[in-house]
C-alpha cells in the first residue's frame, strides 16, 4: 500500500512529482450590476501554490476550462518558480456557497481518489486540500489511498506485473502502478486527533484493499479451500481466532445448504469463523458472508453476458473478513465474529437439481427450484450457525440478486432488517462511511410465494420484489427478537464501468467501511 505521511511543509516547498490542490464552483452570489464573478475558486489548502501564480491560479484553471466540478481533474506545469513539484493537480470539489461552509468529508474523499487515481505512476504526491479539522484530514487521507490502488497480480512484468516497471520502453512510469506517496499538506504531526485519523485511515483502507484483492482475483485462483486459508493467515497476523469446516465436517454437522450449493463443484465447499474478541467488550456482533467463490448459476445455468463477472460473488464474504481484520486492527472494543460461507455454484453429475430438497442446518427443508438463487442456502445455514452463539445483532452481505441492481443501480446498497432501529443504525453507518445505501422493505405478504408442495419452503418465490424475496427467505433462519440486517451489493460489488473518484474498475471493497462503522458505532453506543 501507499505510505502516507503529515506533512508541516508548505506545498510550495515539499519535494514531490505533484502538487494537488482543491478548485470548486463558485456558487456565492455576486453583487448585482458587477462584472461577472469568477466561475471557480480555489479551495483552502492552495494559498502557497497561488501565490507561485502570482495570485492567478484559479483564472489558469479557468482557461484551461476548469469547473471546479466534481470529480474533475486538471493537470498543469508548475510555474517556472515558487514550487519545487513540476506538476499541480486541480481536483473538483463542486459547488461552495460562499466557501464559508466545510467541505463535505465524501466530496473530499472522492476528490482525494481522483487525484491519486490520476497520479498513478508517480512516486510522491502533496495533497494540499481543505484540512479543516481531523474529519477533513480522515476522509482525504482515506479518499487518496483508496484511489491509489491497482490490481497486477495476473499481469506479466511487461505490463505492470510483479518485477515489472515501465509499460513500454519509452515511458520512465508504470502507470498500472499506484501512486507510491502521499504526503498531508497542512495536517498537523503532532497534533493526535490528526494522527489517529491517519492511523485508522490507513487500516481501513489496506483491509478495503484485501476484499478488492480477494475479489479480484478470478475463480481460478481463489476457491473455498484457499479463501480459508487467507483468512487462517490473517487470522495469525492480527490476533483472531480462526475455526473452519471442510466439507466432511459440514456433512456431519447437517449443513445442508452449504453442501447441496457446494457439491456441483470440484472444490469443495467450507464454513469458515473468524473472530476478534477485545478483553473488555460488551455487545458482540456477527458479521455473515456470502461467499461463492464462482456462480455459474449450477444446473439453472446463467446465459453468457451474465457469468463473466460472477468471481465477484464472494465480495460479501470478502467485506466481512476485511472488516473483522479491520476491528481487530483498530483494537475496537466489541467481539466481533465473521461467519464465510464459502462454495462455487458449478454445474455437474454431482449437483443439486431444480427440484432437489435439501435439508438445512435448523432442520428446515428446502425445495431447490432454480439453484442459482445459491446465496439464500448457504446464508442461510451460517446465519442459523452464527445465532447459536446468540450475538447481541447479526449483519450479512451479500451480492444476492440482480433484481436489487435493477431497484437500486450499480452505486447503492440495499438494506432490509427485522428491526427498523437497526436498519437504521446501518444506514447511518454507511452515511458516515461514505457508502451509499437505502433501506427497502420486507413485506410479509410476499412471504406465502415461497410455499413448497413438498417441502417447507423453496428457495424461489414469485418474480416480483425478487431482492425483498431474497431477504424474506432469510429471515426465516433467523430467530426472532435477534436484530438482523442483510445488505444486498449485487450493485455496487464490482464495478464494470469506469473508475470514478476512489472506486476502481472491478472490485470496490462495497460494504468495509460500512461494517467497520458499525462496530465503531457499537463501542461508541455502550
Ligand atoms: N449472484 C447472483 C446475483 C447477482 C447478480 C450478483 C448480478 C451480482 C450481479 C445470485 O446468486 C443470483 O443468481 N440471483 C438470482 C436469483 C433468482 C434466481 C431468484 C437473480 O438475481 O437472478
Ligand atoms: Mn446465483
Ligand atoms: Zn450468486
Redesign the pocket.
Known sequence: MSALTLSSSSAATLRADAVVVGVAKNGSSGKAGRAAKAAVVLAPGAEAVDKAYGGKLAATLETLGASGGEGEVTKLPAPASGVKAPLVVAVGLGEVAGGQEPYDAEVLRRAAGAAARALAGSKKAAFALPVEDAEAVAAIAEGALLGAYSFTAYRGKDNGGKDGGKQDGKSSKDASAPLAEIALVGAKPRDKAHKAAVDRALVVAEEVHRARDLINTPANGLDPKTFASEARSAAKNFGLTFEVLDEKALAKGGYGGILGVGNGSAQPPRLVRIGWSHPKAKKSLALVGKG?TY?S?GI?L?PAGHNE??K??MSGAAAVFAAVVAAARLGLRANVTGWLALAENMPSGSATRPGDVLTMYNGKTVEVL?T????RLVLADALTRASEEEPDAIVDVA?????M?LALGNRTFGIMANDDEFRTALHEAAEEAGEDAWPMPLPGHLRKSFDSPVADIAN?GERMG?GLL?GLFLKEFVPEGTPWAHLDI?GP??NESGPFGYTPKGGTGSAVRTLVRLVERTVEGD
Open positions: 461463492i456462480d448459476g439453472s446463467k463477472t460472477m465477484c460473488d432454480n442459482d438463487a445459491e446465496g451480492t444476492l440478486t440482480g433484481a441492481v424461489i425478487g431474497a449485487a460489488a464490482f
